[in-house]
């Protein structure tokens, strides 16, 4: 019997429409997928019960169809079976490694999104982590449970940014893993799923480098392993935050009704994730074929430092108003 292949993951969250920003990463996951001979598994994110949007599982799915990304399995959806991650919390409530803590207000909206790189966190007061012993079972799943995190550095290694180092406990500390919801944060159920989901690597936004340290923290508590990252850097807009809607119209949904075809979407993706020297029209395929682990990498580290913002003249290529892009890619706000 052969080695059995990588598996990756796509985890759009279904909170509306994707936009290009959103389509980079997804087509560098897929890319690299494809062009490596990896499986790749899709998870619909709607634990956010405040953010999920009715009619967007569909919508994601749509999106990511349009643009040539497939996948190899039914999606997992988070919300049809909680009790994976409520085994998780039970195992470790035995082991005294989480505290049940009513203490928080706006840390559930906080806990249930991934947390973006210009979020803005902050840590859990030290001082409010109750003394031992906790309970080690769960008496009520309507309250936050938190896991107790001491300050240690946390290595990480991205397979396209190379070493990092983290110190959790300093960044968030005691993190909400459950919320008085009664819903897992997203950290938990990240680990959960990608374990689960048998994935060994994960490619995805860079905002969510930090989270990288966190999950590895959990999945050695719970006597996981974690996968291989590869973050990768966001698309911005002119004020410097990250791509959303308040930027314009550019997300996929208004694009495919504008007609406009996929392949100038992937087009731009390739050329300003450096894969291609020009911007024009690219199909899928041949994004593939130049999507590899070594272009992928000189890219995201230049992105690092260069990142690409979003502009005018970006969104008169993706519309087809001008049939290609006068300006160099990455250029500097
Ligand atoms: N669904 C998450 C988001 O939209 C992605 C989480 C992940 O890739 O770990 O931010």
């Not at 989480?98 to 706006?106: A, E, K, L, Q």
């Not at 994960?202 to 392993?225: E, H, P, T």
């Not at 997300?251 to 020009?278: D, F, H, K, Y």
């Amino acid at each position: 019997m052969g080695d059995l292949p990588p598996v990756t993951r796509l985890a759009p969250t279904p909170s509306g429409a994707l936009h290009v920003g959103n389509a980079r990463t997804f087509l560098a996951t897929w890319g690299l997928a494809r062009r490596l001979g990896w499986k790749i598994v899709l998870r619909l994110e709607d634990l956010d019960i405040g953010r999920v949007k009715a009619g967007a599982h569909e919508e994601s799915s749509t999106d990511l169809a349009w643009l040539g990304i497939d996948w190899d399995d039914a999606p997992l959806v988070q919300s049809a079976d909680l009790s994976p991650y409520r085994d998780a919390l039970e195992q470790l409530a035995r082991a005294g490694q989480t505290f049940p803590c009513g203490r928080s207000r706006s840390e559930i909206r906080t806990a249930l999104s991934a947390p973006h790189a210009d979020d803005g966190e902050a840590r859990f007061p030290p001082a409010l982590r109750p003394t031992k012993p906790w309970p080690n079972t769960i008496e009520t799943w309507e309250t936050n449970h938190r896991f107790a995190l001491d300050p240690a550095p946390e290595f990480v290694f991205d397979a396209l940014l190379g070493p990092q180092t983290f110190d959790p406990g300093l960044e968030v500390g005691d993190m909400v893993l459950w919320t008085k919801l009664g819903m897992p944060a997203y950290q938990l159920a990240v680990v959960i799923d990608d374990a689960r989901q048998g994935v060994t690597d994960v490619v995805r936004g860079d905002d969510l480098l930090a989270s990288a340290a966190r999950q590895q923290v959990i999945a050695r508590a719970l006597g996981l392993q974690h996968a291989r990252w590869w973050h990768v850097p966001l698309v911005y807009g002119e004020d410097g935050k990250r791509l959303a809607k308040r930027h314009g119209s550019h997300s996929l949904q208004a694009l495919r009704n504008a007609q406009v075809a996929p392949e100038r979407v992937i087009g731009w993706c390739a050329w300003t994730l450096g894969l291609m020297p020009t911007c024009e029209p690219l199909p899928a395929r041949d994004f593939c074929v130049l999507c590899t682990p070594e272009a992928l990498r000189e890219s995201a580290q230049r992105l690092r430092t260069q990142p690409t913002i979003f502009g005018p003249q970006d969104l008169a290529f993706l519309e087809g108003r001008s049939n290609s892009h006068p300006a160099a890619p990455s250029a500097s706000p």
